[in-house]
C-alpha cells in the first residue's frame, strides 16, 4: 500500500490581504487578494488580478498481485484499488473585482504468459476498469436536464447559500428570466448527478519471438492494449464552476444608463463618488447582491 500528498496554490499579492479593503474599492464577496484596476489613464498601465485556486490531493491506493505456473502458462492475476479525495479549489474567476475607470480507480487483471514454442511467447490478458464519477463534497454540482429543460442541482439552496456557493439574488434572478429548477431525484439522478459505467473492459495481447541460436539472441516484441482513463480534474473543474446559478457577474458603473438614477449615462459627473476613505471601509460593498 502506498500512499502520496500533494499541495499547490496560486496567490496575488501577500497571502490574506484585502487589497480593495485597503485601496477603499468595492469588495462585495469581502475576499482577499488584488483587485484588478485597468484604464488608470497611463497608457499601457493596468494591475492584473489573478484566478485564485489551490489544489490538495491524497489518494491511497492497495495492490495485490499473484503469479501460478501451470505447465506452459505463466498465470497473473492483480488486483488495483485507489482513493482520490481531491481537494480542488478552481479558478475564482476575479472575486475581487476589476475596475475600470475609462467609462478513484478500480481494477482486476488476469493474465498469461503463454510459451508456445522455445522461441514465441504469448501474452494474453482482460483488464476491467471502474472509474466512478467525480463527485463533490457537499455535493456543490449543477447539471441540465435537456428532456425537462430544467437545471438540476445536486444541493438544495439553502444549504448552497450557507456555504456561499451562490447567492438567493443569483437564483431570483434567473427564475425571473425563465430559468427552471428541479431536484437531482426528479430528474432521476444519483445525489452527485452521473452514473458510473461499469465495461470498461481492455483487452492486452502481446509477443516475444527470439531469432536464432545465438546465446544473446535478436527478440522482436510488440503488443497492443486498451486503457481508460478519467477525466482531468482541471478539465471537470473548470466548466463546472461555471454552471447556472454557480456564477454571476455583479457590475456598479457610473456611465450605464441602466445603473444610473436618471437614466443618463453620465451620473459620475453629476454625483460625488460614495467610495472613499473619508467615508470608511463598510461603503465599500456598493455592488448590492
Known amino acids: 500500500m502506498t500512499g502520496s500528498r500533494e499541495f499547490w496554490t496560486d496567490t496575488t499579492g501577500e497571502f490574506g490581504v484585502k487589497y480593495a479593503d485597503r485601496l477603499g474599492l468595492p469588495n462585495p464577496f469581502n475576499v482577499a487578494g488584488w483587485p484588478g484596476l485597468y484604464d488608470t489613464g497611463l497608457s499601457g498601465y493596468y494591475f492584473e ?15 495485490d498481485n499473484a503469479t501460478k505456473i501451470l505447465g506452459k502458462h505463466e498465470l497473473q492475476f492483480g488486483f488495483h484499488f485507489r482513493y482520490d479525495p481531491l481537494n480542488y479549489l478552481p479558478d475564482q474567476q476575479h472575486p475581487q473585482g476589476n475596475h475600470n475607470w475609462a467609462t478513484g480507480a478500480t481494477a482486476r487483471v488476469p493474465l498469461d504468459n503463454f510459451r508456445v514454442t522455445p522461441r514465441l511467447t504469448l501474452n494474453l490478458g482482460l483488464r476491467w476498469e471502474y472509474w466512478p464519477p467525480f463527485g463533490e463534497k457537499n455535493n456543490v454540482m449543477t447539471t441540465f436536464d435537456p428532456n425537462r429543460r430544467a437545471v438540476v442541482p445536486g444541493q438544495d439552496f439553502q444549504t448552497m447559500y450557507r456555504l456561499g456557493a451562490t447567492l438567493p439574488s443569483i437564483v431570483e434572478r434567473l427564475e425571473f428570466l425563465g430559468v427552471r429548477f428541479i431536484s437531482y431525484s426528479e430528474a432521476g439522478l444519483p445525489r452527485n448527478l452521473r452514473e458510473g459505467y461499469w465495461r470498461d473492459f481492455g483487452p492486452r495481447l502481446g509477443f516475444a519471438y527470439r531469432l536464432g541460436a545465438d546465446p544473446r539472441p535478436f527478440v522482436p516484441r510488440g503488443g497492443y492494449r486498451t486503457s481508460y482513463f478519467p477525466i482531468p480534474m482541471y478539465t471537470w473543474g473548470q466548466p463546472m464552476r461555471m454552471n447556472a446559478p454557480l456564477t454571476a457577474r455583479f457590475i456598479t458603473s457610473l456611465t450605464d444608463p441602466a445603473q444610473a438614477p436618471d437614466g443618463i449615462g453620465a451620473w459620475g459627473l453629476q454625483s460625488v463618488p460614495a467610495v472613499g476613505h473619508d467615508r470608511g471601509i463598510q461603503e465599500n460593498r456598493l455592488v448590492e447582491l
Do not use: C, K, S, V
Not at 488580478?49 to 495492490?63: E, S, W
Open 49 to 63: 488580478t489573478g484566478n485564485p485556486q489551490a489544489t490538495a490531493f491524497t489518494y491511497l491506493i492497495a495492490d
